[in-house]
């Protein structure tokens, strides 16, 4: 073999190393891409699921400070 023979040889297995490569990556991108867009989703619906967990917390607390006296009463057994 000469050295013109040798080098081309390698070139060309590095061309198709490299187009592995490139495919390699363009899969692993549209990975991230997957990734990214559950963990959004997933964030906004811990949002959505506090807000709506602080909302229930409200309204028992303002549904207790409204009727006070009457459920005092209803403890104490005295109506």
Known sequence: ???????????????????S?????ENLDKKVSQIHTILTEARGATKAIQFLIWLSGTSVFLWVATYWKQITAFVKGTS
């Open 1 to 19: 073999m000469t050295i013109e023979v040798d080098t081309r040889d390698r070139v060309i297995r590095m061309e198709a190393e490299l187009e």
């Open 21 to 25: 490569l490139k495919d390699k990556v």
